[in-house]
């Protein structure tokens, strides 16, 4: 059994940063190709980093490239988050999710490749 907890979320203003971990429980975190989707009200969960078991791989939804960066810490079984320049649409609740056991090194981009997700963490940004 996986458990995934993030934390990190908060109430910024537009341009500043804020960093999300994603703290994880169970067998084998390392072997584990790791997700971030997020949430806003009233529209669906959508993509937004993915970091393959070993963190040489990496993959961005368009819309946060170049100003978030997602990375691990295999000895501490947590995933995090930079977010930078964050913006009023950045504003949703954040989860992280583990990737189904069997796809190597993909990173997929739909939801319905992860099995275990954590309760998410709110991220507001005022204008």
């Known amino acids: 059994q996986v458990q995934l907890v993030e934390s990190g979320g908060g109430l910024v203003q537009a341009g500043d940063s804020l960093r999300l971990s994603c703290a994880a429980s169970?067998?084998?975190?390392?072997?584990?190709?790791m997700g971030w989707f997020r949430q806003a009200p009233g529209k669906e969960r959508k993509f937004v980093a993915g970091?393959?078991?070993?963190?040489?791989?990496?993959y961005y939804a368009d819309s946060v490239k170049d100003r978030f960066t997602i990375s691990r810490d295999n000895a501490k079984n947590t995933v995090y988050l930079q977010m930078n320049s964050l913006n009023p649409e950045d504003t949703a609740v954040y989860l992280c999710?583990?990737?189904?056991?069997?796809?190597?090194?993909?990173?997929?981009?739909?939801?319905?490749?992860?099995?275990?997700w954590g309760q998410g963490t709110q991220v507001t940004v005022s204008s």
């Open positions: 999710a583990k990737v189904r056991e069997g796809l190597g090194v993909t990173i997929p981009v739909a939801e319905r490749f992860y099995d275990y």
């Open positions: 169970g067998p084998n975190f390392s072997s584990y190709t």
């Open positions: 970091l393959s078991w070993s963190g040489g791989r990496t």
